[in-house]
Antibody, heavy 122, light 107 residues
Framework: QVHLVQSGSEVTKPGASVKISCKSS????????ISWVRQAPGQGLEWMGW????????KYSEKFQDRVTMTTDTSTNTAYMELGSLRGDDTAVYFC???????????????WGQGTLVTVSS | DIQMTQSPSSLSASVGDRVTITCRAS??????LNWYQQKPGKAPILLIY???NLHSGVTSRFSGSGSGTEFNLTISDLQPEDFATYYC?????????FGQGTRVDVK
């Protein structure tokens, strides 16, 4: 069955960067994509961006465009999301979710990682 | 960006009640609307995709309807396990925005 397993919690300082991993199993990694969604404490869900694990194409939310980088390693079936210039309001749980290989409307997030808590504090 | 607005933001209901949550979009996008359930400390769970399609394994007490700019999630015969927060999400374009959530708690 499909599993997405994320890396563990992180505590980082303002201005630093954090890189979270999302390791997939149970399906052909390069036939899909990965979206990243975050949730600040007590808040709603916020879509950050998408990467195709088929061809490496990316689409980022404009809100994060200048400080997020999404990558994949097809040799280990792992997707990564790096967020830089961290601020206190970046404290959140970050989720990966299986998306499609191409950025099309007919997508829904059937499979999710367990979430990674990132705490930004001086 | 397409803004998604859910109403109500929260509601109190009893076991056995019928509950309807509405999601309104700032622009039309056909039926590219999904619904998720989330419980505290857990990842969201897909309930409904493309407005009205029940995801595999999800109880038929959940149903979705609507198109264009107004969509509804209905829970019939509310059960104890249904007390949670519900989110709509448009998948029409980037950013794939979510509604702010509707918390359903016990009356």
């Amino acid at each position: 069955q499909v599993h997405l397993v994320q890396s563990g919690s992180e505590v980082t300082k303002p201005g630093a960067s954090v890189k979270i991993s999302c390791k997939s199993s149970g399906y052909t990694f390069t036939s899909y994509g990965i979206s990243w969604v975050r949730q600040a404490p007590g808040q709603g869900l916020e879509w950050m961006g998408w990467i195709s694990t088929f061809n490496g194409d990316t689409k980022y939310s404009e809100k994060f465009q200048d400080r997020v980088t999404m990558t994949t390693d097809t040799s280990t079936n792992t997707a990564y999301m790096e967020l830089g210039s961290l601020r206190g309001d970046d404290t959140a749980v970050y989720f990966c979710a299986r998306d499609l290989a191409f950025f099309v409307p007919t997508v829904y997030f059937e499979f999710w990682g367990q979430g990674t808590l990132v705490t930004v504090s001086s | 960006d397409i803004q998604m607005t859910q109403s109500p933001s929260s509601l109190s209901a009893s076991v056995g009640d019928r509950v309807t949550i509405t999601c309104r979009a700032s622009q039309t996008f056909s039926s590219y609307l999904n619904w998720y359930q989330q419980k505290p400390g857990k990842a969201p769970i897909l309930l409904i995709y493309t407005a009205s399609n029940l995801h595999s394994g999800v109880t038929s007490r959940f149903s979705g309807s609507g198109s264009g700019t107004e969509f509804n999630l209905t829970i019939s015969d509310l059960q104890p396990e249904d007390f949670a927060t519900y989110y709509c999400q448009q998948s029409y374009n980037a950013p794939r925005t979510f509604g702010q959530g509707t918390r359903v708690d016990v009356k």
